[in-house]
């Protein structure tokens, strides 16, 4: 079956510090991996994504995610935080159907 | 461009009533999706529709329905509403043309907040 998993469910970094968001999927074909940003009351907004090809991919807003097939991995990175950053993250694989399974977030609280 | 729009943005609803959202998805997609957001989870998939054609179903219960218009929009109705049922409701689209495979970005929009006393 299809999951998601976040492990860490809440994150607190230091402005100006880097950023590891952990991702594990579980998926028996080709994943298509996402990572979305979600403001209090807010939708989500897409970070990036991965399809095929290139196992590092850049995103917006200085975001970046490392696809590890043998570990069914996915982490999100950001070398240096700001503090508008400060928000919840969610991990999620596309299905057949492009049905998406979402992990249960990870929040993130920006020390200035 | 405008992007995946819903109404209403907020919604109080007693026990056992019934509740219809919208949402119009951005202009040139043909695929709408629906999540079910509870506080502090992640979206839990309901409906795909797809050409107006029913693509997909989570696990929720027949109180839960949808259809898609000849314009792409797409309406979610919830009877029998439940406290349970209290939760951020996200429309999403995606251009999901067939030759590209079966999954496709999706684009959200801002949610309804749906409140159940």
């Known amino acids: 079956a299809q999951s998601v998993t976040q492990p860490d469910i809440h994150i607190t970094v230091s402005e100006g510090a880097s950023l590891e968001l952990r991702c594990n999927y579980s998926y028996g074909a080709t994943p298509y991996l996402f990572w979305y940003v979600q403001s209090p009351g807010q939708g989500l907004q897409l970070l990036l994504k991965?399809?095929?090809?290139?196992?590092l991919v850049q995103g917006i807003k200085g975001f970046e995610a490392e696809f590890k097939r043998s570990q069914s991995s996915f982490n999100l990175r950001k070398p240096s935080v700001h503090w508008s950053d400060a928000a919840e993250y969610f991990c999620?694989?596309?299905?057949?159907?492009?049905?998406?399974?979402f992990g249960t977030g990870t929040s993130l609280t920006v020390i200035p | 461009d405008a992007g995946v729009t819903q109404s209403p943005t907020h919604l109080i609803k007693t026990r056992g009533q019934q509740v219809t959202l919208r949402c119009s998805p951005i202009?040139?997609?043909?695929?709408v999706s629906w999540y079910q957001q509870v506080l502090g989870q992640g979206p839990q998939f309901i409906f795909q529709?797809?050409?107006?054609?029913?693509?997909g179903r989570g696990n929720f219960p027949d109180r839960f329905s949808a259809r898609q218009f000849p314009n792409y929009s797409s309406e979610l109705n919830v009877n029998a509403l439940l406290l349970g049922d209290s939760a951020l409701y996200l429309c999403?689209?995606?251009?999901?043309?067939?030759?590209?495979?079966?999954?496709?970005?999706?684009?959200f929009g801002p949610g309804t907040r749906l409140t159940v006393l």
């Open positions: 991965y399809f095929s090809g290139d196992t």
């Open positions: 999403a689209s995606s251009f999901f043309p067939s030759r590209q495979g079966f999954t496709d970005t999706q684009y």
């Open positions: 529709y797809y050409e107006k054609e029913e693509r």
């Open positions: 999620a694989v596309g299905a057949w159907g492009n049905q998406f399974y």
């Open positions: 202009s040139g997609h043909k695929s």
